[in-house]
């Protein structure tokens, strides 16, 4: 049964640090692993998607890296600023399709100016 | 702006009342989902939906139901028989089949308390 795990569950940070965001999973036959960002009280937009037969992808500041075989991922953020603090979770597709996902729990990150 | 709409924002139950809560989509996309989200848990898929007149339960469907008779439009009813429904209720959808690598989009929640 695939779970996903993040660590740490929380981190605080001083603005214009370079950060490392942790996700692992147990069953490496995944389709994708998908990053996510939810501030507070809101819904949770899409920040990247790693399709398994990559190793990494990039989006301004930040760049996600996957490695199947050791079950991890990891989202790095670049010269982190305060706009960056919200709750970061990772999710990967059930059983071989993308149709439902599973998710950890978040790591949420507090940057200060 | 392309998105997705839920509404309302907060919603108030009365004990033994059924409540709807709105999911609108203008993104042309065949799937949607609703979620729950309750602290330090993490996201539990109530029910989804592929097409238009079909849904799928998800992993904790008791006492919530759905209908999908438009493809932009995706109400959950909270009735009566869910007996902890204060939570934050998530809806989002998803372009492609089932083997497409594209993400979900989520609209911005309903929370849900009970009087």
């Known amino acids: 049964k695939q779970e996903v795990t993040q660590i740490p569950a929380a981190l605080s940070v001083p603005e214009g640090e370079n950060l490392v965001l942790n996700c692992s999973f147990t069953?490496?036959?995944?389709?994708?692993l998908q990053w996510f960002r939810q501030d507070p009280g809101k819904g949770l937009t899409s920040l990247l998607l790693i399709q398994s037969s990559q190793r990494e992808q990039t989006s301004g500041r930040l760049n996600a890296s996957l490695d199947k075989s050791s079950g991890r991922s990891t989202l790095y953020i670049a010269a982190s600023q305060p706009g960056d603090s919200a709750t970061y979770l990772c999710a990967v597709p059930r059983a071989g399709n993308n149709r439902k996902l599973i998710w950890g729990l978040g790591t949420s990150l507090a940057v200060n100016p | 702006d392309g998105g997705i709409t839920q509404s309302p924002k907060y919603l108030f139950r009365k004990e033994g009342q059924n409540v709807t809560l709105s999911c609108e989509q203008n993104l042309n996309h065949d799937a949607m989902y609703w979620y729950r989200q309750d602290p330090g848990q993490g996201l539990r898929l109530i029910y989804y939906?592929?097409?238009?007149?079909?849904?799928q339960k998800g992993d904790i469907a008791e006492g919530y139901s759905v209908s999908r008779e438009k493809k932009e439009s995706f109400p959950l009813t909270v009735t009566s028989a869910q007996k902890n429904p204060t939570a934050f209720y998530l809806c989002a959808s998803r372009t492609g089949d089932d083997y497409s690598n594209q993400p979900q989009h989520f609209g911005d929640g309903t929370r849900l308390s009970i009087l």
């Open positions: 069953d490496s036959a995944i389709y994708n």
């Open positions: 939906s592929q097409i238009v007149n079909d849904f």
